[in-house]
């Protein structure tokens, strides 16, 4: 980043992951120590670790954590181990497509060294250095999917204007700068005058806590709003493009994300409001055909009935906390993904993009489109 | 009412306004006594006592203190006294059409003393008695609109089935038993199998404080979400009506209301749910064309940067927090009011209904409607 200090928000130090604690952001910068998966799958259910793409990095480190903590001395039992970390990553979280998308990625690594040969080392030791390599380079590629993405998202918003968010999708749930909110810093650092309307984000709040922090670190002209405000901001003419990401996006573009984003794109469509989703091609799961098909997390009542930890509601009162909701392709204007931007029908789309090879964008082959 | 002892959020009391502190609900029932026009409208501008139409029964007594803190020996000087009570009460809160209705008829009432005469006793006195008269009579009028109200409303929902509402509109925003809230209690009261998805309404969380309360006191099924969950809850068929009430209701049926319910209203129209307004007539402003000519009270950033009270977004985040919200006509499916229940176009039903006596409901002439 340019003007200021980069976020960290998962690092690997030392053969330990340090995980800044999301949860007492903007309040205090505190970081967790995971040395195993399950300290991992743990950050990453309550929440001290979220946003799609970073869950997948932190479950990817979490894997190198299980090889490492492995005292397997063979290449089954090491695997066996791994196999276990895997099941248990993969249930931290049931709604993000990333997880799952990075412990495949490492076991497929771990599987390769056997095939690929260990060039004479002991097969246990070789197996953790390409889990710790592996890792290593999907947080790195994240990092250039968000450069991608914000580069190609920026074009499609106005040289002016007012752009709505929700979540968080920055430094704080990815390996860089962000998926929509990358789309927004990119357009910003581009000379374009946005300013953002933020979506506080109920239950949990990010919007309020990290999106404002960090659009306040980037300069970001932006006002934070209830979540009820979208639909008389857009009513007024206030709201010239909605820009959220993505947990898990379905082969016919169905796009799961944040509870309020699908009541975000429908207020959209009414009003004539342009609605993007940007998302690395990890988050894409053409195993999924669609959203109905997508399980979708219910989270603890008290995060709706104790705001900020303090029980509010009456004592008994039962809440509903789906913790995402589906948004139909037919809703979305465009998908920005690292491999280009497409519009509906997004099917045929996604399967042309995911020919093409992970992480590398070529500008040529890009159907980039000017905005409306 | 029949399950519990009755809320009392306002209450006469040897001559000061007993007003129940809301901002403490549900977790302190205490009390602050009003004694001039003044603390009325300070309680109203802090929300200690909020609710359209318990706002017009508030700032009637607040003119009732104001005549009788008055030391005015003379007609002239109690009626300057008075308007100066119409002013401070007038200017608590904009977008609340009870409260000018409320403090005009009882300067009406004032006026009337003088024209009708005072029967030989002082005319200030005279006055004083008129004015504690009108706004007991306020009180009790705005009891038995309620009382229609559900009456009307609650044949309008199904006889199973799910209603989403929106903010508190029970009897802690009342003189009675609610209008929207109303409407789904007398329902329930009636046999009805209603299960109620209450919106917690941020960013001053009337769902969750007060009408969880409330519906849990009348044994109301009832689960709580946050405001972005209606889409999804539409989406999955869960949602048979949606029932909300107002706070100003334009010649043309364009509707003010708690931020959030404009939105609402898409939604419902997206996918087919029937949308309700329940009000009583003191709500409906003839002298409002539409909803273009509404002023939309914005209120303290605070409420939306520091949830609770305690500081949440970093430091220096602007916020935008209207409070309210316009509803066009064209959303509504109907419009319950004591005086019946009406469909578009509402302008000549509304000034149809308008011709008939206040308060009073005469069954054979009220358009009630089957649920569809």
Redesign the interface.
């Given at each position: 980043m340019r003007d200021t200090p980069p976020v960290k928000p998962v690092e690997w130090v030392d053969g330990t992951l340090r995980i800044l604690d999301q949860r007492q952001l903007?309040?205090a910068e505190r970081y967790l120590s995971a040395r195993t998966p399950e300290d991992v799958a743990e950050a990453i259910r309550v929440m001290a670790v979220r946003g799609a793409p970073l869950l997948g990095i932190a479950a990817a480190y979490g894997m190198a954590l299980a090889a490492r903590e492995s005292n397997a001395r063979d290449h089954g039992a090491l695997i066996g181990d791994l196999e276990r970390a895997r099941q248990v990553l993969k249930g931290s979280r049931p709604t993000a497509a990333n997880i799952g998308w990075a412990v495949d990625r490492v076991m497929a690594a771990a599987h390769r060294v056997t095939v690929d040969g260990t060039n004479g080392r002991a097969e246990p030791d070789a197996i953790r250095d390409a889990i710790a390599a592996e890792a290593g380079c999907i947080a790195l590629e994240d990092e250039a999917s968000c450069e991608a993405i914000g580069r190609l998202g920026s074009e499609l918003l106005p040289e002016q204007g007012n752009v709505l968010t929700h979540c968080n999708t920055g430094a704080l749930a990815t390996g860089g700068l962000g998926t929509a909110q990358g789309v927004i810093v990119s357009a910003h650092r581009a000379g374009k005058r946005i300013h953002v309307?933020v979506d506080?984000?109920?239950?949990v709040?990010q919007g309020?806590?990290l999106t404002?922090?960090e659009l306040?670190r980037h300069k970001v002209p932006?006002?934070?709003?209830?979540?009820?405000?979208?639909?008389?901001l857009m009513?007024k003419g206030r709201v010239d493009a909605v820009v959220v990401g993505a947990d898990r996006i379905a082969e016919n573009g169905d796009v799961a994300n944040k509870?309020?984003t699908?009541?975000l794109a429908?207020?959209a469509a009414?009003h004539g409001v342009p609605f993007y989703v940007a998302a690395p091609f990890s988050t894409i799961d053409l195993d999924t055909p669609n959203g109905e098909a997508m399980v979708i997390e219910e989270r603890d009542?008290r995060e709706?009935?104790d705001?900020?930890g303090?029980?509010?509601?009456?004592e008994?009162?039962?809440?509903?906390?789906?913790a995402f909701?589906?948004t139909p392709a037919n809703l979305i204007t465009a998908l920005v993904t690292d491999r280009g931007v497409i519009r509906p029908p997004f099917g045929p789309a996604l399967k042309r993009l995911a020919r093409r090879s992970s992480g590398r964008v070529q500008d040529s082959d890009i159907p980039t489109e000017v905005p409306a």
């Open positions: 903007p309040r309307w506080e984000t109920r239950p709040l309020a806590r404002a922090w306040q932006m006002t934070l709003v209830p979540d009820s405000a979208a639909g008389t009513a509870l309020g699908y009541q429908v207020l009414h009542p709706v009935t705001p900020l303090m029980p509010l509601a009456p008994g009162t039962s809440a509903f906390n789906p909701d589906v």
